[in-house]
């Protein structure tokens, strides 16, 4: 049976409010610790402004749970799109919720106040777009990085990787089960894949190396010899025993059969790969390695059978490095233009997707491949939860660092947001009830400088905000040491994207949960 709940406000407020309580702690440097207990087990510690979200799935009243839900629909969307600025939402979008409800008690019109809301976000986020500046050179990054992580020694080497490689750059990391934290580059590209059989490894050794090999790359089913045949008779030919990989859809029966048995026998050396995707992952794949490589991609469908397989389709690499997991190509010889061409077009398609997903992750990874930057971000600890966490830190920096190499970098530690003040009060109409959601607005972009300091227990969180908004220009509080600093010099730097991501998702919220008129639940 459904229950219905009239003018909830009350109710939705409140809960709004306790998940905002919770996230907020670990807003800032100074980050509080929320304990999660689940079952009869120890604890669980969480720091991370996402994963509390995440975890709080309900809370008791029905109307206070609306609102709870609400606002962790919001955070949780921050989180999965950045990785970060889940916290922010939630103090900016309890804020404004506070500040609106009080004035609707009071008779304002909430669809005026809406509009004065709409009105006044969007006066903030042309100010901090139009204040952000370009992100250039290994310590500014670095500095990002630290505000985004707080880990100094993680934040140099992510500097450095993204000094080198650009935003356009593919991040790998590599775990380790030791202490251990450092980098790689890598010119070309690295795919899951596994070896077609364990007889092409070399005896007691987890990967092959291969030296200038000819690569031969398949979109078909490899399994009858005469499918390898003319390959394997061009490799017979050619001087100095050049090596031969085969990587294809599938290599099984007699076509992997005549792989083995020649390399065992010495006649070549050879190894098989398969990638280890499916479907039109596979494929693209397929065809950025053939790409990469400067072969050409057999197959029966596309007129080049790998029967009929010439001299010219084998593709070229300095070195190819396969382990039981991944298949690295090192310095193909394909050209250029093609693959830059590849990526131009892949570029353009990352830029339709919204929020960040799979198929994402899939096209940035195959953009950097294509244009020749890897970075391998070694991480390693003794325990799974010291080395899963310091991952999960890498993972939100390299995120803030893509948007800040493309949206530029604020002031950050909230005086972002102070600055974008004076243009949210010049959006007043002169109309009341819109102008109180103006003033309303000019309010909350106070909310994070306040509980950034507090959360930092150094000074009284007023008095801070005073002392930065009498002096003006780039002054802040530095929240890891307590002490007033000007931000640019100290690099406490927040990225543009995230920032203006999360004011108009915190208004969103907010507008969402006083706009609710009613609930309707199981009773």
Not at 106 to 117: C, D, H, W
Not at 140 to 149: E, V
Not at 343 to 356: N, S, Y
Not at 455 to 471: D, E, F, K, S
């Amino acid at each position: 049976m459904k229950q219905l709940l009239f003018q909830p406000q009350a109710g939705i407020t409140r809960g709004f409010a306790q998940m905002a309580q919770l996230m907020a702690a670990t807003l800032g440097p100074q980050r509080g610790v929320i304990w999660n207990a689940i079952g009869a087990g120890k604890p669980e510690a969480l720091t991370d402004s996402g994963v509390i979200a995440r975890r709080v799935t309900e809370l008791s009243g029905a109307a206070e749970n609306s609102g709870a839900m609400i606002l962790r629909g919001a955070a949780t969307t921050m989180h999965e799109r950045y990785l970060d600025g889940a916290a922010l939402t939630a103090v900016l979008a309890n804020a404004l919720l506070d500040g609106a409800y009080r004035l609707i008690v009071a008779g304002v019109n909430p669809m005026t106040l809406r509009s004065g809301i709409d009105t006044a976000i969007d006066a903030a986020v042309d100010s901090i777009t139009a204040a952000a500046q370009p992100v250039k050179g290994q310590e500014r990054l670095a500095q990002i990085a630290l505000t985004a992580t707080g880990d100094a020694e993680l934040a140099d080497i992510l500097g450095e990787l993204f000094d080198v490689l650009g935003r356009h750059g593919a991040y790998v990391v590599d775990e380790y089960a030791a202490p251990i934290l450092d980098r790689e580059y890598m010119d070309g590209g690295r795919w899951s894949a596994r070896p077609a059989s364990r007889e092409l490894m070399p005896p007691a050794a987890d990967d092959l190396v291969l030296e200038n090999p000819l690569i031969f790359v398949s979109d078909d089913k490899l399994e009858r010899f005469d499918q390898v045949a003319p390959a394997l008779q061009l490799v017979f030919e050619a001087p100095d025993k050049t090596p031969i990989l085969i990587i294809a859809r599938e290599i099984t029966g007699e076509a992997l059969q005549a792989l083995t048995l020649n390399h065992v026998r010495g006649r070549l050396t050879g190894a098989a790969a398969l990638l280890l995707a499916s479907g039109d992952a596979l494929r693209a794949d397929l065809e950025d390695v053939s790409l990469l490589v400067g072969g050409q991609l057999t197959a029966v469908e596309r007129g080049t059978p790998p029967g009929r397989f010439r001299a010219e389709w084998f593709g070229r690499a300095q070195r190819v490095i396969l382990k039981r997991d991944s298949l690295t190509i090192i310095g193909g010889t394909g050209d250029k233009r093609l693959m830059q061409r590849r990526a131009g077009d892949l570029r353009a398609q990352l830029k339709t997707i919204k929020t960040p997903d799979e198929n994402w992750e899939r096209l940035r990874l195959r953009i950097a491949r294509l244009s020749g930057g890897m970075g391998v971000l070694k991480i390693g600890a003794l325990t799974f939860s010291e080395r899963d966490e310091r991952k999960d830190r890498a993972k939100k920096a390299v995120r803030v660092l893509e948007t800040a190499l493309e949206s530029g970098a604020v002031p950050g530690g909230g005086v972002a947001l102070l600055h974008a003040i004076p243009a949210v009060c010049a959006a007043k109409r002169g109309a009341v009830e819109h102008d109180a959601g103006v003033d309303l607005v000019a309010r909350a972009l106070t909310a994070p400088f306040l509980q950034i300091v507090a959360n930092t227990g150094h000074a009284a969180p007023q008095v801070a905000l005073h002392a930065v908004q009498q002096n003006g220009g780039d002054l802040g509080f530095d929240a890891r040491t307590g002490e007033y600093v000007t931000m640019w010099e100290t690099g406490i730097l927040d990225s543009a994207a995230i920032l203006t991501a999360a004011l108009q998702s915190a208004g969103s919220a907010a507008i969402m949960a006083l706009t609710t008129d009613v609930v309707i639940v199981e009773k």
